[in-house]
């Protein structure tokens, strides 16, 4: 089939928050130009969102957001204090620090306030000319066979009707997609606790920036403060939760109460000097734990809160939704671009649905602990971290080298153990010191991109590589790209495919490949392996679940 020549966007994405924005980029990257409006007329000031796991760092790595990784930092500990009183009773890391190794180059959680995370990927969907169209609302829409019409509110009281070929819903909990396509919202919302969130800016020598600081619980009156750096100057930003029965939360969330009553709370949890500044943001939070059944029909997706809703217990929310984007898009593209049948795009929804479920009863489990007050509630499992979160159920992979995989290692959010042998849906892991004939070097990272198909053809010479080669060539080289990886010590091929001498054996050990023995990864745009086969003919059955 021809490429696909696009005159207009075909994908309208509605709501500009993680969920949006990393859909447009993804898009964008893979040269489908994108419509992103937004309702609100401003960009929300909050850092709501801002624990960033090791996976999604990754993921930013490929999709070439890597000023965004390295503006992330520390966590620091958690500091917990009895109300009123400046004794700290605990003080721990919320995670155990681990090193990076060269198949993981991103161990630790990190933080960057959500308004700070979308900022740096704003600035890269600048560079395609693509901003968040402010003040438009999408209403309604209807689908059929060839399109999607969205009927669009601006916030200047103008309509519009837009034709377009896929519509993304990225617009959060309350958004119009998943309502207007009638999906089920299962899970509960239990009436026992509200909190208060939002943003200040205030300073108090008492108080280490570094550190997360927690006067009392949720048994009987709670103020936290968390220092997030993107939503003060010079050090004056932090987030703020206020909650417990014995706050009168009502009288704090009035919108027409002043920041006084809030100020007054803080201080009262905090005995010393506060010089309060601003009120950012404030908003209520209420336990809301529900998911669809599907995450689209027909033409019609939803991604991020807009078809998950969870306790921000464990720092999955905005980690979820970049996830979700990401899944949903490279596919999309693929479909745009006429190299894949639209059937791709059922595996959105059955890779993501097993994921999403294990998480929200992860962060369940640990709502329950907080609003309990139990003692290991801020505690964080290193599954958290997202780095085994895996597709090995899904149904476009295909794994012919390990047999036998039991059930418990097909939980969609496995713990991820460095040294295991990663099979199809897990993971890739990076590997660094590959070096070309040129001597040049490169990390798998730096050549994983959500643009196209890595093939890692582990074999002993480029010549035995050739079938696969030979095999790949009818592909389009934007979407498929062979890269010969050759065992250490090997002399380095030249011209053609692109062949690397694993120079400190990190790519074999990472991906447990035999020297002597060939055998090919597929990775997936979004760094997950897609397969991992034998010969030219499974590279053929793989290929052949993804691509026309
Ligand atoms: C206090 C707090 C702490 C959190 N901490 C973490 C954390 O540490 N780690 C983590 O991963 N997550 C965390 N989260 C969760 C995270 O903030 C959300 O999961 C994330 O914002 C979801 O992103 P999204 O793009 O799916 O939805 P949203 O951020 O809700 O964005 C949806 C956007 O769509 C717009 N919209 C709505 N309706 C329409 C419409 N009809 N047309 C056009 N636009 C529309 C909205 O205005 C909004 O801008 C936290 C949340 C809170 C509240």
Same mark, same amino acid.
């Given at each position: 089939?021809?490429?696909?020549?696009?005159?207009?966007?075909?994908?309208?994405?509605?709501?500009?928050?993680?969920?949006?924005?990393?859909?447009?980029?993804?898009?964008?990257?893979?040269?489908?130009?994108?419509?992103?409006?937004?309702?609100?007329?401003?960009?929300?000031?909050?850092?709501?969102?801002?624990?960033?796991?090791? #996976?999604?760092?990754?993921?930013?790595?490929?999709?070439?957001?890597?000023?965004?990784?390295?503006?992330?930092?520390?966590? &620091?500990?958690?500091?917990?204090? =009895?109300?009123?009183?400046?004794?700290?009773?605990?003080?721990?890391?919320?995670? @155990?620090?681990?090193?990076?190794?060269?198949?993981?180059?991103?161990?630790?959680?990190?933080?960057?306030?959500?308004?700070?995370?979308?900022?740096?990927?704003?600035?890269?969907?600048?560079?395609? &000319?693509?901003?968040?169209?402010?003040?438009?609302?999408?209403?309604?829409?209807?689908? $059929?066979?060839?399109?999607?019409?969205?009927?669009?509110?601006?916030?200047?009281?103008?309509? @519009?009707? *837009?034709?377009?070929?896929?519509?993304?819903?990225?617009?959060?909990?309350?958004?119009?997609?998943?309502?207007?396509?009638? /999906?089920?919202?299962?899970?509960?919302?239990?009436?026992?606790?509200?909190?208060?969130?939002?943003?200040?800016?205030?300073?108090?020598?008492?108080?280490?920036?570094?550190?997360?600081? #927690?006067?009392?619980?949720?048994?009987?009156?709670?103020?936290?403060?968390?220092?997030? =750096?993107? *939503?003060?100057?010079?050090?004056?930003?932090?987030?703020?939760?206020?909650?417990?029965?014995?706050? $009168?939360?009502?009288?704090?969330?009035? !919108?027409?109460?002043?920041?006084?009553?809030?100020?007054?709370?803080?201080?009262?949890?905090?005995?010393?000097?506060?010089?309060?500044?601003?009120?950012?943001?404030?908003?209520?939070?209420?336990?809301?734990?529900?998911?669809?059944?599907?995450?689209?029909?027909?033409?019609?997706?939803?991604?991020?809160?807009?078809?998950?809703?969870?306790?921000?217990? &464990?720092?999955?929310? /905005?980690?979820?939704?970049?996830?979700?984007?990401?899944?949903?898009?490279?596919?999309?593209?693929?479909?745009?671009?006429?190299?894949? !049948?639209?059937?791709?795009?059922?595996?959105?929804?059955?890779?993501?649905?097993?994921?999403?479920?294990?998480?929200?009863?992860?962060?369940?489990?640990?709502?329950?602990?907080?609003?309990?007050?139990?003692?290991?509630?801020?505690?964080?499992?290193?599954?958290?971290?997202?780095?085994?979160?895996?597709? =090995?159920?899904?149904?476009?992979?295909?794994?012919?080298?390990?047999?036998?995989?039991?059930?418990?290692?097909?939980?969609?959010?496995?713990?991820?153990?460095?040294?295991?042998?990663?099979?199809?849906?897990?993971?890739?892991?990076?590997?660094?010191?590959?070096?070309?004939? @040129?001597?040049?070097?490169?990390?798998?990272?730096?050549?994983?991109?959500?643009?196209?198909?890595? *093939?890692?053809?582990?074999?002993?010479?480029?010549?035995?590589?050739?079938?696969?080669? $030979?095999?790949?060539?009818?592909?389009?080289?934007?979407?498929?790209?062979?890269?010969?990886?050759?065992?250490?010590?090997?002399?380095?091929?030249? &011209?053609?495919?692109?062949?690397?001498?694993?120079?400190?054996?990190?790519?074999?050990?990472?991906?447990?490949?035999?020297?002597?023995?060939?055998?090919?990864?597929?990775?997936?745009?979004?760094?997950?392996?897609?397969?991992?086969?034998?010969?030219?003919?499974?590279?053929?059955?793989?290929?052949?679940?993804?691509?026309?």
């Amino acid at each position: 089939m021809p490429a696909q020549q696009f005159d207009t966007p075909p994908v309208l994405i509605a709501g500009a928050g993680p969920a949006g924005l990393i859909a447009a980029l993804v898009l964008l990257r893979n040269g489908v130009p994108v419509r992103l409006i937004e309702k609100n007329d401003f960009l929300h000031p909050g850092s709501r969102g801002c624990g960033i796991q090791p #996976r999604t760092m990754e993921l930013l790595h490929q999709l070439g957001a890597t000023d965004l990784v390295r503006a992330l930092y520390p966590l &620091g500990s958690n500091r917990s204090y =009895r109300f009123g009183t400046l004794d700290i009773v605990r003080d721990e890391p919320f995670v @155990e620090l681990k090193t990076s190794t060269v198949h993981l180059p991103y161990p630790n959680p990190l933080m960057i306030g959500q308004c700070g995370f979308e900022g740096y990927i704003r600035s890269h969907l600048a560079k395609y &000319g693509c901003e968040p169209e402010l003040g438009t609302e999408l209403t309604t829409f209807e689908q $059929d066979e060839n399109g999607v019409t969205a009927h669009l509110s601006k916030n200047d009281g103008n309509k @519009e009707t *837009v034709h377009v070929q896929y519509l993304i819903g990225t617009d959060g909990a309350r958004g119009a997609t998943r309502k207007g396509l009638g /999906l089920s919202f299962t899970g509960n919302t239990p009436d026992t606790f509200r909190m208060l969130v939002g943003d200040v800016r205030m300073t108090c020598d008492k108080l280490d920036y570094n550190h997360w600081h #927690r006067f009392g619980d949720f048994k009987s009156k709670t103020v936290m403060l968390r220092p997030m =750096r993107e *939503v003060g100057v010079d050090n004056d930003g932090w987030a703020l939760m206020i909650g417990g029965p014995e706050i $009168d939360i009502d009288k704090l969330l009035d !919108p027409e109460g002043s920041k006084e009553v809030i100020f007054a709370v803080i201080q009262e949890a905090v005995p010393a000097e506060i010089q309060f500044k601003e009120l950012v943001w404030k908003g209520q939070w209420k336990p809301n734990m529900r998911m669809v059944d599907k995450f689209g029909v027909g033409r019609v997706f939803v991604a991020g809160d807009a078809a998950h809703v969870h306790s921000p217990t &464990g720092g999955q929310g /905005l980690n979820s939704s970049v996830q979700d984007a990401i899944n949903l898009s490279w596919k999309l593209a693929l479909v745009l671009k006429n190299l894949s !049948p639209p059937s791709l795009l059922d595996s959105y929804s059955a890779e993501r649905l097993p994921v999403i479920a294990e998480m929200l009863n992860i962060t369940t489990e640990l709502f329950k602990k907080t609003a309990s007050g139990a003692d290991d509630a801020w505690k964080r499992e290193d599954r958290l971290r997202m780095l085994g979160v895996n597709y =090995r159920r899904s149904p476009i992979v295909l794994e012919e080298r390990s047999t036998g995989l039991d059930s418990e290692s097909m939980a969609a959010y496995g713990d991820a153990v460095e040294g295991t042998t990663p099979v199809a849906g897990d993971r890739a892991p990076d590997a660094a010191r590959l070096v070309d004939a @040129e001597g040049k070097e490169y990390t798998f990272f730096d050549l994983f991109r959500v643009t196209h198909h890595s *093939v890692l053809i582990f074999a002993s010479d480029v010549n035995s590589a050739k079938s696969i080669l $030979d095999s790949l060539q009818k592909h389009s080289e934007d979407a498929i790209r062979p890269i010969v990886v050759l065992p250490q010590g090997a002399s380095g091929g030249s &011209g053609g495919a692109l062949a690397l001498v694993d120079r400190d054996g990190h790519a074999y050990s990472g991906y447990k490949a035999t020297e002597g023995e060939t055998v090919v990864v597929i990775l997936r745009p979004d760094g997950f392996v897609g397969a991992v086969v034998n010969d030219v003919e499974g590279v053929g059955r793989y290929l052949q679940k993804v691509f026309f």
